[in-house]
């Protein structure tokens, strides 16, 4: 089945900062790829999603970049604000079955 | 338009028993999926199902069945509770996987 790896497991960046994540999964046929972000106590929210046919895709200060030869995926938070710090993950769509990351501790320190 | 609504919120069972979890997706979504969210294995998959067929299993134990209805809402039971089971169990829906899910509150089980 599909397998999806997380890095960082934990991220501080200073506020204003731009912070990366990255995901690999392990089978070709995933194509749709979502990022969801938890905030302590709530559910997760889908903040982006990319396709399999597209490359990068950008949404005010938050972008995904897909490599689909590589079998990797990156989230790109740019001016990082404290309103961002929250657990992040990533996952793999593959005949229905949603595969998550174990996500990414972001800490904005003001 | 109302969320992904997860009855109950909270819950408390004794090891053995059995318990069913609850929820209603947001109108019009006929793809629900449940997954299990602990602090160390993080969100795990449990089952997805879409017009009342489950279309992919998760790697758990017979213990865990679902089902869904005829107007999507859908039903997770866990029979012969452990105490590992103790988790945030978090219901999805969608109107296709392929297109994102929104996920309710959750029910927080916890197993005594």
């Known amino acids: 089945g599909e397998n999806v790896e997380q890095h960082p497991s934990t991220l501080s960046v200073q506020e204003g900062d731009s912070a990366v994540i990255k995901c690999t999964y392990s089978?070709?046929?995933?194509?749709?790829f979502p990022w969801y972000k938890q905030e302590l106590g709530k559910r997760p929210q889908l903040i982006i999603d990319?396709?399999?046919?597209?490359g990068e895709k950008k949404d005010q200060r938050i972008a995904v970049t897909l490599n689909k030869t590589a079998k990797h995926f990156s989230l790109h938070i740019t001016e990082t604000q404290p309103e961002d710090s929250a657990v992040y993950f990533c996952?793999?769509?593959?005949?229905?079955?949603?595969?998550f990351g174990t996500g990414t501790r972001l800490t904005i320190i003001p | 338009k109302a969320g992904v609504t997860q009855t109950p919120r909270y819950l408390i069972k004794t090891r053995g028993q059995q318990v069913t979890l609850s929820c209603s997706p947001i109108?019009?979504?006929?793809?629900v999926s449940w997954y299990q969210q602990t602090p160390g294995q993080g969100l795990q998959f449990l089952f997805e199902y879409f017009s009342e067929t489950q279309r992919n299993k998760g790697n758990f134990p017979g213990r865990f069945s679902g089902r869904q209805f005829s107007n999507s809402r859908s039903e997770m039971n866990v029979s012969t509770l452990e105490l590992g089971d103790s988790a945030l169990y978090l219901c999805?829906?969608?109107?296709?996987?392929?297109?994102?899910?929104?996920f309710g509150s959750g029910t927080r089980l916890t197993v005594v």
């Open positions: 999805a829906s969608s109107t296709d996987p392929f297109y994102g899910y929104t």
């Open positions: 089978d070709s046929a995933s194509n749709y």
């Open positions: 109108s019009g979504h006929r793809s």
């Open positions: 990319i396709r399999s046919n597209v």
């Open positions: 996952a793999a769509l593959n005949n229905e079955k949603l595969t």
